[in-house]
């Protein structure tokens, strides 16, 4: 069993930033792909950034792309996920998932919901003009 939980979401201004944090506990200790994903009100859960826990790959949506940078401490067992020049259109739920067994190596899984079997709690950032 696998847990996860998110934190450091908030309020901020256009422009502003925020990183948010995901603590993993549970059996973490194979190959695992970790990701954030988002869902704003009335709309699909969508990718917004993965990582292999081992190290290596990382991919962005195109939304996210110079702007938020994922990474992650083996040592903590934890993903960040560090958001610079939030827009009002970055305002959504946040949630935190993982796929254990992965690799992260396909780009068109790695940010796609069904593949990740664990999902956090969600923390709520919220981004106004």
């Known amino acids: 069993q696998v847990r996860l939980v998110e934190s450091g979401g908030g309020s901020v201004k256009t422009g502003g930033s925020l990183t948010l944090s995901c603590v993993a506990s549970g059996d973490t200790t194979r190959n695992t792909c970790m990701a954030w994903f988002r869902q704003a009100a009335g709309k699909d859960r969508e990718g917004v950034a993965s990582a292999y826990r081992g190290g290596g790959s990382t991919f962005y949506a195109d939304s996210a792309k110079g702007r938020f940078t994922i990474s992650h401490d083996k040592a903590k067992n934890s993903v960040y996920l560090e958001m610079n020049s939030l827009q009002p259109d970055d305002t959504a739920m946040y949630y935190c998932?993982?796929?254990?067994?992965?690799?992260?190596?396909?780009?068109?899984?790695?940010?796609?919901?069904?593949?990740?079997?664990?999902w956090g709690q969600g923390t709520q950032v919220t981004v106004s003009s």
């Open positions: 998932a993982a796929d254990i067994g992965a690799t992260c190596m396909d780009p068109n899984l790695a940010l796609s919901p069904p593949e990740y079997q664990h």
